[in-house]
């Protein structure tokens, strides 16, 4: 938009004028909101001399943890797996390439909106063998009414500023030129909250019994911040200097 004011001769100011004086506020919001979302990463691994006797490990333990995952139903909303790779380790002494062991690893990551399954899942997972759990990381959706209602406030917020701006001169607020986000020619999202607060727990053993499982954690979600800013530029009635 052009940053300039018509004047009643035709001519444009990037002032306003002394019966059409601009003004230009800053509104923001700030908001702390329940979380909508729970992601946890899970690694399983898989160690033996034989590359098929690892091989067989690893997709035995990672089904196990896709089955355990799945039976949650409705709780997961995605399961999805990320990287695999089956690793030899050669010998260190000796002369050519002669293999010690060979190294599996599979990455799956879960995201959970049920977070009163989401303490007893993880600690199941953990239960498992040779498998490690990260997280919980606790975020909005994309499109999660929060980041409305942060952007709806900030406008609300920018109006009321203009309007105790212009209480202030004895004048009021005539129209609105302008409404931007800040940094819209460049603009980034809006943040879904802090630095993730993360749980990590690591279980070499084998699985355990229902009865034999451990306690499931206790996680409290952590409370997301959403924030909203907005530049405005308004036109006010004369002032009463």
Excluded at 9 to 37: M, N, Q, W, Y
Excluded at 118 to 133: C, F, K, M, P, Y
Excluded at 205 to 214: S, T
Aim: charged share 25%; aromatic share 6%; proline share 7%.
């Amino acid at each position: 938009m052009d940053d300039t004011t018509p004047t009643p001769s035709g001519t444009t100011t990037p002032f306003g004028t002394p019966d059409a004086p601009r003004l230009a506020v800053k509104g923001e919001a700030h908001l702390e909101v329940d979380p909508e979302i729970a992601r946890i990463g899970i690694t399983v691994s898989a160690r033996g001399s034989d590359r098929r006797d690892a091989l067989n490990d690893l997709t035995r333990r990672n089904a196990a943890v896709l089955d355990l995952i799945k039976s949650y139903g409705e709780a997961v909303e995605k399961l999805e797996t990320g990287a695999f790779s089956i690793t030899p380790e050669l010998t260190k002494r000796g002369k050519g390439e002669r293999v010690r062991t060979y190294h599996g690893r599979v990455t799956v990551t879960a995201e959970l909106t049920d977070f009163t399954a989401l303490g007893e899942l993880t600690t199941r997972i953990a239960d498992l063998e040779l498998t490690r759990v990260d997280g919980p990381w606790w975020s909005l959706r994309p499109d999660s009414p929060a980041h409305r209602q942060a952007r709806q406030q900030a406008v609300r917020e920018a109006v009321q500023r203009g309007r105790e701006y212009a209480e202030a001169l004895g004048a009021g607020l005539a129209a609105l030129v302008e409404l931007a986000d800040i940094g819209a020619e460049n603009a980034a999202p809006y943040g879904y909250g802090g630095a993730p607060t993360a749980m990590r727990s690591v279980a070499y053993g084998g699985a355990a019994d229902m009865a034999q499982e451990a306690a499931p954690l206790d996680l409290e979600p952590q409370r997301q911040r959403v924030y909203a800013q907005v530049n405005a530029r308004f036109t006010m009635t004369p002032p009463q200097l």
